[in-house]
Structures are given as C-alpha cells and as structure tokens.
C-alpha cells in the first residue's frame, strides 16, 4: 500500500511538473511576444505642381540604433526615381515600429533647372502627421533632421 501511494505521488509530481514546464515555456513564449513592438503602418506620398523625375529618399524600416542609423543611413533609406506631376503621385507604404524617430520621406527635382514645386505627405495609421512644400524638393518627418533650405516649408501636425 505504501509503495502504491508512493507511485500514485510521484506521478502526480511528474504530472505537475510537466504541467509547470510547459505552462512557463508558453509564458516565455506569451513574454517574447509582448516585447515585439507594434508595427504602424506609415505611408508616404510625393507630388508636384509641375512635371518632373523626382530623387526620392524613404525610410523603409527602423534602426536598430542611432549609431548604426549614422553609421550607414543609406542602409535603411531606399532611393527611387519616379515621375510625379499634376495628376501624378508616388506613393508607397511601409510598417514601422517607431515612426516618430524614423518615417521619414526627402524628395527633390535633383539637377533639373525646373522648379516643380514638390510636395510630400506623412500618415501614420491613416492620420497624417506632416506635410512638406518646397521650390525644388520637400521633406516629410516628424523628427528634425536638419534645417530646410530657404523658402521650403515642414509641417508637423
């Protein structure tokens, strides 16, 4: 009887043991998904008020730090070539975990002698949050990068 009562505890502990071992790997599971971050979809769009194949830099995913960002920034900001104008916009959609330090759209009429009047446009889940005017170029962010060439225009909302 005793060795009856002995095995019966032990298999209740083995039972309870493995039921402590799997509930704490779901926790560590259900842990390690709470700490991803939550991806926003952000959206940029560029237009002009006359025609012309806009230089157009974009911030396509985050750092992982500001020092890798300088170290190479072009590493995260895609460049693309795309004729806007009346009618005519280029829009692309990215998800980002932190768009308040990282979205960010820069386009310009590079060395054309036109002034096409570029303007850009930064939502962040469907709301947006800053626009951008300028002569030759227009940039979009909510985080200051550095000081707009004169008569260029950035607005955060």
Known sequence: MVNGVRRCLARSLVGMGMTLLVA???????????????????????????????????????????????????????KVEADVGPGIRWTHHVMLAAPDHWAMVSATSGLSPATPHVHCEL????????????????????????????????NAH
Request: with cysteine.
């Open 24 to 78: 704490t790997a779901g926790g560590a599971i259900a842990l390690a998904r709470a700490d991803e971050p939550v991806l926003h979809h952000v959206t940029y769009t560029v237009t002009a008020e006359r025609p012309v194949n806009a230089d157009i830099y974009f911030r396509d995913t985050d750092p992982p730090s500001w020092a890798e960002y300088s170290h190479n920034p072009y590493q995260f900001s895609p």
């Open 123 to 154: 939502a962040v889940d469907g709301a947006v949050v800053a626009t951008g005017n300028g002569a030759k170029g227009a940039l979009c962010s909510l985080r200051h990068w550095w000081a707009c060439a004169p008569g260029a225009e950035v």
